[in-house]
C-alpha cells in the first residue's frame, strides 16, 4: 500500500513541528471595531496611546492637603485645617490648595494644584462647615495616583498574537483606542467521506448512518476562532473523494477530511491526501489514544488533516493538533495548557505507555470532592460524547491510574 | 442617609439566594437550527427520537462469522470458512451468512443476517481468493453494537437548561435533530454613572476618563449568552440617572449600573436603585474584597445590580452574581466551579477572615510548574487588567497565603 511509504507515527508535538516548518508565519489582518472584538486575534502590538490616568487623581474620599500642614498630627492632636470648597468631578480642579486649607476631593477627582496628598475622609473629623481636623500625618504621594503612574505613553498593551478578553476591550475602551487590526480567521473546509455517512438532514437507508463530525468539528472550529465552509459527504470512490477535497483546498486556508471509520476508506482518503500538492503528507498516526489514524499533510502551503471517523477519536485529535494550527494560522502563540479540574479516579484505568491516552470521563461533585468517572464502553458510541464531561490525560510513560488517584480533567 | 436602612453584607452564595426568590423560572423560548446552536441553553429536555444505531453494525473491521463455526479454533487448529462475498457499506446487508461461511465486513458495516459475531482481521490469515482461516474463538455478540446499544429511542440526551457544546451539537445530527428550542437570550442593559466618565469614543477633558467597565460587561454579558444593550454614562444627577435606568428596565430583563468611584455617586445610585420598583433593594454590600460596595436589586421582577466602578472589582462581582443571574434567566442550573489551574504562589499574601478575597495574578511556567505573581498597587489601575492571567480566591475563613504555597487559580 502506498501509504506504507509515509507511515511515520509521531506525537501531537512532533506532528505540529513538522507541520508548521510548511506554514506561513504572517496571517492577513483586518480593521475592526471593539464591539466585534472580542476573542480575536491582535495582529500588531498595542501599546498606549496617552498617560493614563491623563492628570494625578486621588484614590481615595477626603480631602487634598499639602502633606506638610498635617505633620505631626494625632488624635490627641489633630492638626486643624480651613475647607477651602470641593473638587468638582468630571473638571478640572484650577483653584490652589493654599496652605493651612483643603479641599474636599473625591475617589478618581483631580488634585489641585499644589496639593501633594489625599487624607482618607475616615481619618478626618468635621469641625463646622468650613473646617476640619485631621487626626493623623499624610506623607507625600499618599492615596494620589500621579499622571501616567497606571500606564505611561509608550507603555506595551497587549502583544501581537493576543486573543482578546473582555478586560483587554475595557482597557483599550480607557485609552480611547476604538478600532484595532485583527488577524483575518482563517476559513477551515470540512468534509467527510465514506459510503455510509449521510448528512444530518438526510434520513439513513438501511447499512447507513448520519455525519455527526461535520457538525462537531465545524462548531469546535468556529470556537478555536475560524470561519467555516462545509463541503457535504464524498462517496468511497477516490475521483469523487479528491474532486471535493480539491475543491475544498481551493476556497479554504486548512482543511479537515473526516475519514469513514473503515481501513479501506482511511486508505483511500491517505492515498488523497498524499497526493494534493508539495509536500504532502507528514505524518501518518499520532501516538494518542483514541486518535491513532490521523494523517497530517501539507499541499502547497495548505495544511490538510485526515481525523479519524470515530467522533470522540475526531475531537481529541481536533484539541490536539487542528487547534494549534489554526492558532498558528492566526499568529497566536501556542496555548497554555487549558485549567484542568482536579478530581479522584472513580475506578482504575489501565494504559500503555507510549502513547498519551484520553479517556472520556462523567464528572459528579460528593462531599466537596470531584469524582472522575470513566464512561467505558466502545469508544464509537455517540452516547460517550453527551455523558463525558471532560478528558483525563494519562501521559506517554504512564502505565495506568488505581482507583481513588488524583487526577487532572480537562474541559471537553 | 436612606441606604443605611438598607445596609446588609451578604455572601454572594446568600445574595443570590434572595434575589432568586424574585425571579422567575421559566424562559422563553425559540425554535433555532443547529448552526445556530452552539453555546445555546437548551429549553426543553432533549431525547433520543431513534435507535442508535439503527442497525446491527460491526464494531471492526473483520469477517461477520456464526460464532459457532469458531468454536474450539486456535493458531494450530484454525477454523476453516468459504469466504461469501463482502458486506457492503452503506447498503442494507440482506444476505444471510451461511453454516461454514463468512463475510468480509468493515467497522460500521451493517451485520448480516444470521451472523452472530465478528472476528478481527488480526485474528484471521486469508487461505485463497475464497476461503480464510480463523484462529481464535469468536463469542456470540463480539464485536458486535446491537441496534440501540449506543441509544434507545426515547433514552434522555440533554436536559432543559443544558448550555450545548460542538459534541451535543454532534449527537443531535446524527439523530436527525436538525433544530431545537433554545431559551431566548436575557437582554442586559449597561450603564454607567459618573460625572468623571465619558464614552470610549470621546476626547476625555481636564478631570474625566473614559469609561472602562461599559465595554468590559457588555463583553461578560456576552460570553455569559446575553444580548447586550448599551445605554451611555449618566451624570451625577438623581433624575437624569433615574431616567436613564428606568429607560433601561423598561427594554431589558436585568439592568447593571456601574457606579462611579467617590462614595456620592455610589450613595445616589443606591437611592435611585431602591426606588424603582418592588422589592428594591436586597443587598448592599458583599462580603468580598474587591466588589464590597455592590448592590442587589429587583424593581419589579427585573434585576438590577449597582457594580463598583473600580474595574477589576466590577469583573469579579460580575463572575460572583451577574453571570449566576444570566444561567438563571436561561433556565440552566448554578454552574459548576470553573476549572483552574494550579500553581505556586510567588510571594505572599495577606488576607481577612470573614470575607472573600480575589487576587489578580501573572502567571509563568517555570521548570514544569506554573507560578502566580500576584499583581497589586492600587486596584483601581487599569494596567492590572492587561497584566493579569487569572484570580486567586483566598476563601471566607482563610488569614492568608504563604510564599511557595499552592493555590488554584481561576481564569480571568
Not at 499622571?147 to 480607557?174: E, N, T
Not at 480567521?185 to 444530518?200: F, H, K, N, R
Not at 458510541?381 to 483525563?392: D, E, H, P, Q, S
Amino acid at each position: 500500500m502506498t501509504t506504507d511509504i509515509f507511515f511515520q507515527i509521531a506525537t501531537p508535538a512532533e506532528a505540529l513541528a513538522r507541520l508548521f516548518k510548511h506554514l506561513p508565519f504572517t496571517p492577513s489582518s483586518e480593521r475592526i471595531g471593539l464591539d466585534a472584538a472580542l476573542g480575536r486575534v491582535t495582529a500588531t502590538p498595542l501599546i498606549s496611546p496617552e498617560d493614563s490616568p491623563a492628570f494625578a487623581r486621588s484614590a481615595m474620599d477626603g480631602y487634598a492637603v499639602r502633606a506638610a500642614d498635617t505633620y505631626g498630627a494625632s488624635e490627641a492632636l489633630p492638626a486643624f485645617l480651613t475647607v477651602d470648597g470641593e473638587v468638582p468631578m468630571g473638571a478640572a480642579a484650577t483653584r490652589p490648595v493654599q496652605p493651612g486649607t483643603a479641599q474636599l476631593i473625591h475617589t478618581g477627582g483631580m488634585l489641585p494644584p499644589r496639593a501633594d496628598a489625599v487624607v482618607m475622609v475616615e481619618y478626618t473629623q468635621p469641625v463646622d462647615e468650613t473646617s476640619v481636623e485631621v487626626l493623623r500625618p499624610a506623607a507625600p504621594g499618599q492615596h494620589i495616583i500621579k499622571a501616567g503612574d497606571d500606564l505611561a505613553a509608550g507603555d506595551p498593551l497587549l502583544p501581537a498574537g493576543h486573543r482578546l478578553r473582555a478586560q483587554d476591550l475595557g482597557v483599550l475602551a480607557a485609552l480611547g483606542i476604538t478600532e484595532i487590526q485583527a488577524a483575518v480567521p482563517p476559513v477551515i473546509g470540512v468534509l467527510s467521506s465514506g459510503d455510509e455517512i449521510v448528512p444530518a438532514d438526510a434520513q439513513p437507508a438501511p447499512g447507513q448512518v448520519r455525519d455527526v463530525n461535520a457538525t462537531t468539528l465545524s462548531a469546535l472550529a468556529r470556537q478555536a476562532g475560524a470561519d467555516v465552509r462545509e463541503f457535504g459527504v464524498a462517496p468511497d470512490d477516490r475521483a469523487k473523494l479528491e474532486r471535493l477535497t480539491r475543491a475544498a483546498l481551493a476556497a479554504c486556508d486548512l482543511v479537515i477530511i473526516s475519514a469513514g471509520s473503515s481501513v479501506s476508506t482511511r486508505d483511500m482518503t491517505a492515498e488523497v491526501i498524499g497526493g494534493l500538492g508539495h509536500p504532502g503528507v507528514l505524518v501518518h498516526g499520532i501516538a494518542v489514544k483514541p486518535g491513532k489514524p490521523t494523517i497530517v499533510a501539507v499541499a502547497d502551503g495548505i495544511p490538510v488533516f485526515g481525523l479519524p471517523g470515530n467522533p470522540v477519536s475526531a475531537m481529541v485529535v481536533f484539541g490536539l493538533v487542528v487547534a494549534p494550527t489554526i492558532r498558528r494560522l492566526l499568529g497566536a502563540g501556542p496555548a497554555d495548557d487549558p485549567p484542568r479540574r482536579r478530581a479522584r479516579l472513580a475506578r482504575s484505568l489501565a494504559s500503555q505507555t507510549g502513547r498519551i491516552d484520553f479517556v472520556p470521563t462523567a464528572l459528579q461533585e460528593r462531599d466537596g470532592e470531584w469524582w472522575a468517572t470513566p464512561v467505558l464502553g466502545p469508544s464509537n458510541l455517540i452516547a460517550t460524547l453527551v455523558r463525558a464531561a471532560g478528558l483525563i490525560r494519562i501521559p506517554l510513560d504512564a502505565g495506568g491510574l488505581a482507583e481513588g488517584a488524583w487526577v487532572d480533567v480537562e474541559p471537553f
